[in-house]
């Protein structure tokens, strides 16, 4: 019987051995129990409720200079800021979510890739106005690349305009050919019009918040400007607050402030001068709604119909002087939340995201600067004012009556728009000049009140309108910040990138107080 040898190199059965145990040790690390596939809408849920990460009532809220902790256990007014929280992971799953979509049979151009670019403009728009430069191209590769080079600030908006472009045109071509396969919309119900209204919208913040850079040839911020709103059939826009990219609250979903934390809040919070006395300054019904009057002003015999009533907390005034000032609840020298507003439902009021009445007061500042030749900026200033009276249920096409409800009162205040409130010298518009925009980025900033995030810090720090409040109870020496640090895990597992960012931008420091790109 003859035998046959047949000789095996070692290489190829190391190889073969090797092989079969990467694809026993990849079956093992599955967890049978966690999904490896998911449909693309429950990545888009998570997605779209990460916009809503810098909600109403939150710490973002003092550092718009909104409203004040009285107690220093509880929390303070100081921007002693440190290093920011990003969104990377977010964008991660807006990655897995456009995967999804394609596992699942949709075409290269579908809801989830076109509504995925705007995400990705949305949270870099967020990401750097927080930091500066970002690392962005060579970003969201995992272990391909776990060292990624930063992008500089211009770059980065720039590819954010873009995005946003793209997101619009995609939009218009799914409109067209009638594709309704987005699903799991917790905003506008799977309107993909409704969508790109935001879009747009959205793309006139940005290019408004980029108003230091107008002369910039490759940003061509005017002529941007100028086509969304000369286009309305191909950038259509929002058209009133029935528009709204708002998150609404429920009785699962509690708004912020809810009857569960009432006795919490009652005393240790205060409305900030900033804002409140703003309206006060106004004679705005915005302050009886949003505020309570000051106990101490009422027990000096005035009502909660008197205006004169609200007052606001300076933000940098030593929180002990605050707290003192507050320790008597008869005697309170300063406005707290309106109870009946804030305190009498689980489901508060919307949280605007990206809102008309800001859109209207974009408008009326590209206008003011002469960015855009053709509108009239009164007449987006005039909206912007009533879209946010509106959202308060302030009557603005008629007289009407505003009902002030206090421990169990009802105190009624008479309001009309055009005959008394708007024919005040602070109010009506003083026309296309400085004066004129100052009036604009007020309304403006009161309009932002308990919504969209930052914007009316950032608004404040591109025009410095309205003057922030500082001192002792504002920390950082009395300085507002212009940014926050970057992530420490920046630092330890990106170090090279990282310092050579620094260098680029600060100086080497990561400064809080540095100016980055954007608002030189």
Request: charged content about 20%.
């Amino acid at each position: 019987m003859k035998h046959v040898i047949i000789i095996i190199p070692a290489m190829l059965v190391t190889f073969a051995f090797l092989t079969s145990c990467e694809k026993k040790f990849d079956e093992n690390e599955r967890n049978p129990n966690r999904a490896v596939e998911v449909s693309p809408d429950l990545v888009f849920r998570g997605v779209t409720a990460d916009m809503n990460t810098d909600g109403p009532w939150s710490l973002v809220s003092r550092w718009n200079q909104f409203d004040c902790c009285n107690y220093n256990y509880y929390g303070d007014q100081r921007y002693d800021w440190t290093e920011a929280s990003l969104n990377y992971a977010t964008l991660k799953n807006v990655i897995k979510m456009e995967e999804e979509a394609k596992r699942a049979g949709n075409p290269d151009i579908n809801p989830y890739s076109a509504l995925g670019k705007f995400f990705r403009a949305f949270f870099f728009y967020r990401m750097t106005n927080l930091v500066g430069d970002l690392p962005m191209t060579e970003a969201l590769k995992g272990l391909e690349n776990p060292n990624p080079t930063y992008d500089s600030q211009k770059d980065v908006f720039m590819q954010i305009l873009q995005w946003l472009e793209d997101s619009n045109s995609e939009l218009a071509q799914l409109l067209l050919a009638g594709n309704k396969t987005l699903d799991g919309d917790i905003y506008f119900k799977n309107d993909l019009r409704q969508w790109q209204r935001t879009v747009n919208t959205f793309r006139l913040r940005v290019l408004i918040s980029l108003g230091k850079k107008e002369a910039d040839a490759m940003l061509n911020i005017k002529q941007q400007i100028t086509g969304i709103l000369n286009d309305n059939s191909k950038y259509p826009i929002m058209n009133g607050r029935e528009d709204n990219l708002q998150y609404i609250y429920s009785v699962v979903n509690k708004y912020p402030s809810n009857p569960d934390n009432l006795g919490f809040d009652a005393t240790r919070y205060n409305m900030s001068a900033t804002y409140l006395n703003k309206l006060v300054e106004l004679k705005d019904p915005r302050a009886f709604i949003t505020s309570e009057p000051a106990t101490k002003q009422l027990a000096a015999g005035k009502t909660p119909a008197d205006i004169t009533a609200y007052v606001g907390a300076n933000p940098g005034e030593d929180l002990a002087n605050m707290s003192s000032k507050m320790a008597d609840a008869e005697n309170g020298e300063y406005s707290v939340r309106s109870r009946s507003r804030f305190y009498s439902n689980y489901g508060g009021e919307p949280g605007i995201i990206i809102g008309f009445a800001e859109m209207c007061f974009n408008i009326a500042e590209a206008i003011n600067r002469g960015w855009v030749v053709t509108g009239s900026a009164e007449d987006w200033y005039k909206k912007g004012i009533k879209a946010s009276l509106e959202f308060y249920s302030v009557p603005t096409e008629a007289p009407g009556i505003i009902s002030k409800v206090y421990m169990g009162n009802i105190f009624l205040v008479n309001f009309d728009f055009e005959n008394n409130y708007y024919q005040q010298t602070a109010v009506k518009y003083k026309g296309n000049n400085v004066s004129g925009l100052e009036q604009i980025l007020t309304q403006k900033y009161l309009a932002f009140f308990q919504n969209s995030g930052r914007e009316a810090y950032y608004n404040w720090r591109r025009t410095n309108v309205p003057v922030f409040l500082t001192g002792t109870g504002t920390g950082n020496s009395g300085v507002i910040p212009k940014r926050y640090q970057y992530p420490s895990s920046e630092r330890t597992t990106n170090g090279e990138n990282w310092n050579t960012t620094l260098q680029n931008q600060f100086g080497g420091k990561d400064d809080i107080n540095a100016e980055m790109w954007l608002i030189k």
